[in-house]
């Protein structure tokens, strides 16, 4: 159940938000206090202990289990990366596409979804972009063009140029329906809305986890449907395999691989960053992520309504469904020194600047935010 919450006490927790105008979640969050202790505390006992890595391991474990429950998934169909990029590379190297076959994505989608695809057409893979008609894509956006050697509809959950959410639960039941893989960028959205990848019908999602999740760069994750066993990592290591060597020589004869996402996983993992995770994801859910995207929603709307006032438009979507904590105002670029010298962090945008906010901000925020562009605009 969404509620009001005060969010005091969570600002705190970052102290970027006191010295700065910080409206760019969407390039990355601010480290907040309770991360940073969670890291101090991993380097301290490295420091002092030389690392004891069978906690560390195990604590990865833990970590790997809360992040599955945080997004409706089993801990077995959840594998550690570095970034987005890496988990939709491994999820489009991993499905059995052949020559001839089709995928189907949305046009102007972020790069590095797209990229992952188009590096397959070396290999005969035909990717297909689609001109997104209206401001959100849904089931409808993509029955017209499926075909029968279709086998992939790719897109981001919420978009990174204009803050649209995308219908994502009837795409996955129109690949359902016509068994295709649903693979989708979270990066934008996980953190911030709620996320269920099983009431979506997603097979495969990637995400990074320095935005919503709070973490700094350079740690990401890949859910894999556990009824996806069939699919072959690109890659191998000894952590993807079921029986690894105790001895560290490699069987030729034995390379059965792990069940589940960790057959993805080239070990080493980010241990810091994994730390952080734990302590972010303990703030998350203490605020509830319903609660966090009924806060960001808010402060859309106040900031919708004053820039109504003002007669700035916006690039993407207006109706609270279809929108989260992104809103690209069309001004142009040449205003980004002035937010600069009144210690504004936004980021210039295909249309305009983005706003985006984040658990830490308030409406305070809003309200400068619209005098600063009042004042100019007088």
Not at 166 to 183: E, F, M, N, T
Not at 188 to 214: E, I, N, R, T, W
């Amino acid at each position: 159940m969404t509620k009001i919450f005060d969010n005091t006490a969570i600002r705190s927790q970052f102290p970027a938000a006191s010295r700065m105008l910080y409206l760019d979640s969407a390039h990355q969050t601010p480290l907040c206090a309770r991360v940073r202790a969670a890291l101090e505390h991993f380097f301290d006992e490295g420091y002092e202990t030389a690392g004891p890595k069978p906690v560390w391991l195990e604590r990865i474990e833990v970590v790997r289990g809360r992040l599955a429950r945080f997004i409706g998934a089993g801990a077995d169909e959840i594998a550690y990366t570095k970034n987005t990029s890496e988990g939709l590379n491994i999820a489009a190297n991993a499905i059995d596409l052949k020559a001839g076959d089709n995928v189907l994505m949305i046009e102007g989608d972020h790069p590095n979804n797209a990229y992952a695809w188009l590096n397959l057409k070396r290999k005969g893979i035909d990717v297909r972009f689609i001109k997104l008609e209206t401001d959100i894509a849904s089931a409808d956006t993509f029955t017209p063009h499926i075909d029968s050697r279709t086998r992939v509809i790719s897109l981001s959950h919420v978009t990174f140029h204009a803050g649209q959410r995308h219908d994502i639960a009837s795409i996955g039941a129109l690949c359902k329906s016509h068994g295709l893989y649903l693979v989708v960028d979270a990066m934008q959205s996980v953190g911030v809305l709620p996320v269920d990848v099983k009431a979506m019908g997603v097979s495969m999602l990637a995400a990074g986890c320095h935005k919503g999740l709070l973490v700094p760069q350079g740690l990401g994750f890949l859910y894999v449907d556990k009824d996806l066993d069939a699919l072959q990592p690109a890659y191998l290591a000894t952590a993807g395999l079921a029986h690894p060597p105790a001895d560290f020589i490699a069987r030729p004869d034995d390379l059965t691989l792990r069940s589940g996402a960790g057959r993805f996983e080239l070990g080493n993992f980010n241990l810091p960053d994994i730390h952080a995770l734990g302590a972010s994801l303990s703030m998350i859910d203490e605020v509830g992520a319903d609660n966090v995207e009924a806060h960001v929603l808010r402060l859309g709307d106040r900031l919708l309504a004053g820039l109504d006032e003002l007669g700035i438009g916006i690039a993407g979507p207006r109706e609270r469904k279809h929108r989260a904590h992104i809103y690209v105002m069309k001004i142009p670029r040449d205003w980004l020194p002035y937010f600069e010298a009144h210690n504004v962090r936004v980021s210039p945008e295909r249309d305009g600047i983005r706003v985006s906010f984040g658990l830490f901000n308030n409406e305070n925020d809003v309200d400068a935010l619209l005098e600063l562009l009042r004042t100019r605009m007088q």
